[in-house]
Structure formats: C-alpha cells, structure tokens
C-alpha cells in the first residue's frame, strides 16, 4: 500500500510468519554504529516488500537509551514521557513487581538499544539468517554488543501456551485496505463498524481525536509507530491444575472455566455469541470471529465482565457506542516461544510463553493504558481492583467473578504470567533509518 510503503512491515499487516528471532544489543561505538544502520536499510523489510514463503524479513527497532548513544538530542522527544522512562521504569504502573520486577528480569532484556527481529516461514531458513545476522551484529568493529536473543514460533494449531486461538482481533487501520471487517474497526455513531483513524497506529497521521499523537521531531517521527516488546513466561502447569480445580469444584467442564477467563473458547469462538459450547472454530469462519460487541450483554453473564479479552477491548461494553475504547486499541504481533506442555505433564521446568509484541501510537493512551486500567484494575467494569486473571500483573491472590444465575468466584488466582524483560521502541519508517545512519536528525 503505496500510503505505508515507508513503513517497516508487520505493522499494519501481519507477517504470519512461523518463525521469529529477536536479537537486542547495545550501541558502544556511535560512529560505527550509524555506518552499520546505513548498510542495514536496504534489506530491512517494508510495508509494500513481498516476502514469499520460502524468503525471510528483517527489522530493526531502537529505544530512546539508543537514541539518546547515537546522540540524537533529546528535545527530538519531547511529551513521549513513556518512550524516554523505557519500560523498566514503568514497571510500577505496569504491574511488574515481584517476581516481575525489573531487578530480576533476564540480563540482557533490559536497557537495550537496537532490536532487530528476523522472520521466517521456515525453521532452516530462519537458523541460516539467524546465525549469519549473528556474526555480522557481533562482528568486532560495528560498534554494537549483542545483549540477548530469544526464539520463538508459533506452536501447532496457532495455540497459546494455555490451549487457546490467537490473534483473531486486530484493530482495522484505515489506509490499509485489508477490507473493513466487522469488529475489527470502531462502531461509528449509526452503529457500523468503520476503520480506526491512522494515527492510531502510524506517526504523523490523524488520530481518532482528529490530532497527531506526540511524535519525535523531524524524520524520526514520519511513517514510524512505536513497539512494546515483553517477555511473559506462562506457568502452563498452574494454569491446567487452577482451571480443573475449579471445573471440579463447580461441577463445570475444563473448558467451560478456562473460556470464561479468557472470553473466548480454545478454538477462538467467542463466548458473548456462544456462552454455553463452542462455536465454529475461528479458522473456518475469520468473518464471524469479531463480529460481536457487549452491549447486548451489560451483566456479564455471556461473557464474564472480567474476562481477558472483554477487558482488553471492551468493544461498545462501557456504552456510548464503543467510543470509550477506541482510543487504546494494540496492533498485536506477539509469538510464542518455548515447547508446550503436553497435556497432564506435571511442570517440566522448561520456559515457555508469549514474546508479546505490539505497535501504537501512543505508548501511554493504548498500552500503557489497556494495561494498567483495563488488566491491571477492575474499576472500569465495576469489579473493584480485580484485575484480569492472566495478564494482570501484580502479585496474585484475587480472582475472577463469573456472573450467573447464580454467580461463580474463582478465587486464590495463582499468578500464572511473569514478566521477564521488555521495553519500548521506535520503530522508525525509511526516512527516520536515514536520519539515524546519517546523523541528520
Ligand atoms: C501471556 C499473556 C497473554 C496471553 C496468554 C493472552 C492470550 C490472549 C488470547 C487467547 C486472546 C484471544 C485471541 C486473540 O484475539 O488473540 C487475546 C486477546 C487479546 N489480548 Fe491477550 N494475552 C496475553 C497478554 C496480553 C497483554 C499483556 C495485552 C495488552 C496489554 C493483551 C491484549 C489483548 C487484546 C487487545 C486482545 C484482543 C481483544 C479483542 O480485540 O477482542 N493480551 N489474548
């Protein structure tokens, strides 16, 4: 799309790739590490690039602790207050406290400068990039200290580490021109469904306040949006052994608990259409997956109030016909990484979970925001300071209501996501990789 072409890829379209790794490293030599930007930028993947299946993609995101070693000044930031704190900085705010706190984060995920993330459909294509990536990032004389690497793939039948579809919501961009879908946009006043203004997502554009969000001044801020990168490890045993505690407990399937958790059932269907069984799998039917809102289901007793993704987009669920939510939409982009748990195994002390990953224009109003006042309290749905069940944050100890004739509480939520690392970057479009290589910000 000729509007996005400036625009690194996987942002306004998914890759769908199989196969990701994410390599963070440190900028030590400024000089150096410009020229290696510059002999970068012609094989980083865009927008319009085609990447067949047996091709790979390559991007590259910075954060401000980078900006700041390749002496970009800081008055180029100004009012991105998130984006200069970095992530760990946040952790308060974030829920990453405890056993999520930064102090105890893997070394090397935090306070990074560069990330890069390289694409593949397939796992050799993917182990030869990977590797010849490697001895180019640490080869001595680039100005650059690789600090971390992480792999990740997505997992048969496109689960997560907890059973479930994912990936079905994503907001619908206008300028995108993947097609209007039903719930994937915004409701407009008349009730249908429309795309999300582009500064949502891509800098330099309106938004749906009909205003640019804060942006870096200058090139840096043109066809670039920023990118939050999370490690979370899932405890896939402790969520098994909770869920079929309280299946038995109340006399439910498994799978009729872990859906209300989650709002949706394991094969992506969503429970406010299907509340008692699964409906057709997510995959068969990609239209229908999102075309549902909560207004026809004020109670909760469809979709629990509290559950993940009626939290995470409330849809036109907070009333006014949804335009309390359009403001903190996520494009997400997250992978998992780790081999699943194969069913009834005890914990096997493998790590696994979700590189979580996502792009907006606004770090505070749509990450920061869905995660602190959507996920991490309840207050916006009337459930006091519960938060939500798995990616909450915060040391556990609360639960989840399932409203019902008569209503359910599964209590004593073991915490069963912890954050590992993390930041925030900028993914900067073609003209802000330019500006990097050449100093002419
Ligand atoms: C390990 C942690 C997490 C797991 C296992 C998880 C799992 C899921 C699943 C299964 C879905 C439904 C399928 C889909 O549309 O993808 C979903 C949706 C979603 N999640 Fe998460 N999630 C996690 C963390 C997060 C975090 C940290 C955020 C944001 C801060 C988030 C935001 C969302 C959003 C916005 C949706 C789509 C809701 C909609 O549009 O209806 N998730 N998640």
Known sequence: VTQFRDVQGNVVSGYGSAHARFVFARITERDLAQEWIGSLINRITFSDDRVD?????INLAITYAGLRALRVPQQRCRRLDAFKDGMARRASLLGDVGSSAPGVWRQGLRDTHLLLTITAWDADVLDERRAEWLRELIKPGNGLKFSYAQSAARLPGDR???GFAGGHSQPAVAGADLGPREGE???????????????????????????????PAGPLGESATFMVVRKLEQNAAAFRTYVAEQAARAGRDREWIAARMIGRWQNGSPLVSYPEAPGPDASSDPGAVNKFGYAGDPDGLACPLGAHVRRAF???????????TQGHRLIRRGISYGVPLPDGDPPDGHGRGLMFVCYCGSLERQFEFVQRQWLGDGNAFGLGDDRDPIAGGGPRGGGIAIQGHPPMFLAN??????TRGGDYFLLPGRPGLRALASGDW
């Open 53 to 57: 299946e047996g091709g790979y993609t």
């Open 160 to 162: 997560e580490h907890f």
């Open 185 to 215: 946009g915004t409701l407009s006043s008349r009730g249908r469904w429309r795309e999300l203004a582009t500064g949502e997502f891509i800098l330099g554009y309106d938004d749906e306040g009909a205003s640019k969000p804060p942006a």
């Open 314 to 324: 409330p849809r036109d669920g907070l009333g006014w016909q949804g335009r309390l």
């Open 413 to 418: 939520l073991p915490q069963f996501v912890i």
